[in-house]
């Protein structure tokens, strides 16, 4: 006599010695895992608050780029009348790429974190810069520069602003607007995406040219010159701020806590990338931005005035440490401190090409 399946037929089936290994495996990987965070040094180690921010934002772009190519790819399905495949695509294993892309070891991608990492202490530095203002019911740096006759400044200080608060929502939201990555990161990561969104369906070869279609969309739609970062330096170009000018705007820049137009300036003034510029800027010791600061002849106020801001937002910088070198940081010629960060200005390619080959001799 036939009867249907039991309840112990429908049950998942559980296997103790897969569920064993598993559970030791996983435990090996803790164990490694907290051995390399202790030996860590402790400027190298995250702190809490950027940590929880990196996860937030890294989490918040590839979520955004995976909900978009997602939807777009269900819409194409259910428009060929693939309406199952299309429903597959939006639920299987949605949510997960974060996971799936971690274990691939895709996100440890050094210069995916290295942009992330920068981005996340950049916001958390700004948001931290003591406010100085010349007068009480004086316009912040931006606003004043929005209103002014020169139409390009006036767009470009616009622009900046509307391009600052979208980024601070997003950061306080833990969402995404966009990636806001440089376009070959964001190019990388798309197709990482798209690959982890596939790797959880049973593929076909119209889910394939509909995932396929929808990551070229992504890619298209993404504008480089949108980014906060791009915006600034289109600001920075437009004031060109000559040398009798420039303290002034840098000191403001900082004091108005408008840390992408501080970086932007300094990149200008300079003739560097705006990362080189943020990647100095943010570092705790200091030692390159001072350089810096001299090759472009700031007197000791301006550096001082610098310095003691970043040092009242960075707590991992040494503000006794920073105000016993100040004497010998302006006692620095100026030529001697352009020599000195000439490299910066090097193209980026080769900047990056030096960098690998060094990394393989210190192996």
Do not use: C
């Not at 296997?15 to 030791?24: K, L, S």
């Not at 294993?93 to 920068?118: F, P, S, Y």
């Not at 810096?292 to 310095?307: E, F, Q, V």
Request: net charge negative; glycine share 6%.
């Amino acid at each position: 006599m036939s009867v249907g399946p039991t309840m112990h037929d429908a049950m998942p089936s559980y296997d103790p010695v897969t569920r064993a290994e598993t559970a030791r495996l996983r435990a090996e990987a803790r164990l490694a895992g907290t051995i390399a965070d202790f030996f860590l040094d402790a400027d190298a180690r995250l702190d809490d608050r950027t940590r929880l921010m990196l996860a937030h934002v890294l989490g918040a772009i590839v979520g955004a780029i995976e909900w978009d190519i997602r939807r777009h790819a269900a819409r194409l399905l259910a428009g060929d009348g693939a309406m199952r495949a299309g429903e597959a695509i939006l639920k299987a294993g949605a949510g997960g790429v974060v996971e799936r892309l971690t274990r691939a070891g895709l996100l440890r991608d050094e210069e995916l974190m290295e942009e992330l990492i920068a981005r996340v202490r950049h916001d958390l530095i700004a948001a931290s810069l003591p406010v100085e203002v010349a007068e009480p019911n004086e316009a912040s740096l931006l606003v004043r520069l929005a209103g002014v006759p020169d139409s390009i400044v006036a767009s470009a200080a616009s622009a900046l602003l509307a391009a600052e608060s979208r980024r601070r929502v997003a950061n306080e939201l833990g969402s995404a607007g966009g990636s806001e990555l440089p376009a070959e990161l964001h190019h990388r990561l798309v197709w990482w995406v798209a690959a982890a969104i596939r790797d959880g369906l049973k593929s076909t070869r119209e889910s394939d040219r509909a995932i396929t279609d929808a990551a070229e969309r992504s890619l298209a739609a993404h504008d480089e010159g949108e980014r906060p970062d791009a915006v600034a330096m289109r600001l920075a170009k437009a004031l060109d701020a000559r040398p009798n000018e420039l303290a002034a705007v840098l000191v403001e820049s900082i004091g108005d806590r408008r840390l992408s137009l501080f970086v932007a300036v300094l990149a200008h003034a300079l003739g560097i990338a705006f990362d080189q510029a943020r990647s100095i800027t943010l570092e705790p010791d200091g030692d390159r931005l001072w350089l810096a600061l001299r090759a472009l002849d700031m007197d000791r106020p301006t550096i001082a005035r610098i310095g003691l801001a970043l040092s009242e937002a960075d707590p991992r910088r040494d503000i006794e440490a920073f105000a016993d070198t100040l004497d010998a940081i302006v006692s620095i010629g100026v030529e001697d401190a352009r020599a000195s960060i000439a490299p910066l200005a090097l193209n980026r390619d080769f900047r990056m090409a030096l960098r690998a080959l060094a990394r393989t001799d210190r192996r």
